[in-house]
């Protein structure tokens, strides 16, 4: 059976950091393309940063390109978002993606809120 299970999120001052984690089952995320997306109160969910599966290349959005660093633990079967200098507007629900051809699995999401 296919889970992806977030945790990590929570509440942080502006400034701070969060490490997302994705613990993955049912499948290897190093034969998976795995992203982060994220979705605020009112707005689409959009794409934060991805990791190819193979040699895990990774991109981010520009909106978080030198804050923000997707990695992977093939030996844990894990994938990671590092935040840094989080802001208020990375305030939103974080959710991992795993993606092989036109199969995709999501995770239940879990909640960053940067606020003071």
């Known amino acids: 059976q296919v889970q992806l299970v977030e945790s990590g999120g929570g509440l942080v001052q502006p400034g701070g950091s969060l490490k997302l984690s994705c613990a993955a089952s049912g499948f290897t995320v190093s034969t998976y393309v795995m992203s982060w997306y994220r979705q605020a109160a009112g707005k689409e969910r959009e794409l934060v940063a991805t990791?190819?599966?193979?040699?895990?290349?990774?991109i981010h959005a520009d909106s978080v390109k030198g804050r923000f660093t997707i990695s992977r633990d093939n030996g844990k079967n894990t994938v990671y978002l590092q935040m840094n200098s989080l802001k208020p507007d990375d305030t939103a629900v974080y959710y991992c993606?795993?993606?092989?051809?036109?199969?995709?699995?999501w995770g239940q999401g879990t909640q960053v809120t940067v606020s003071s």
């Open positions: 993606n795993a993606r092989w051809y036109r199969t995709a699995y």
């Open positions: 990791i190819t599966s193979g040699a895990g290349s990774a």
